[in-house]
């Protein structure tokens, strides 16, 4: 599995997303610009020890990611996708790809991916969205489920 942060913000949220990745043997793919460096104190802790557990590959940028993987199976998550993240056929390599904190994705890119663009329901008279790293682990492991939690 594949999991690609577009511009991450919150250097806690980086770490907790890369300890997760260590956890579930997934590749952690960084589109920059990122809000942070990746030797930044907060990043390390998040991440604790398992930093050398985790493939990481980082991209210059969004298009850079997309021409380079523009075969590969990506779904795009947005809080302004249609179609619910359990209504999607995980397979074992997919690119699970979210968005910046504050932003999300480019609108245009949900725009001309409305079939693989989804979204993780929640009540939106409380909140515009959840916390970066918990949206990564609910998709991943809803990809992993359906694939019996093969690592």
Partial sequence: M?????????????GNIARLCAGINATLHLVQP??????????????LDYWDKVK???????ADFLAKNSKERL?????????LYT????????????GKETKGLPADLICQNLERAVTIPLNPRHVRSLNLANSVAIAAYEALRQNDFVF
């Fill in 2 to 14: 594949h999991i690609v942060l577009v511009e991450p913000e919150i250097p806690p949220n980086t």
């Fill in 34 to 47: 990122l809000g942070f460096a990746i030797t930044d104190r907060e990043v390390r802790r998040a991440g």
């Fill in 56 to 62: 990481i590959v980082l991209w210059d940028n969004l």
């Fill in 75 to 83: 779904f795009f998550f947005s809080t302004k996708a249609k179609k």
């Fill in 87 to 98: 209504e999607i056929k995980y397979q074992p390599q997919d690119y699970l790809v979210f």
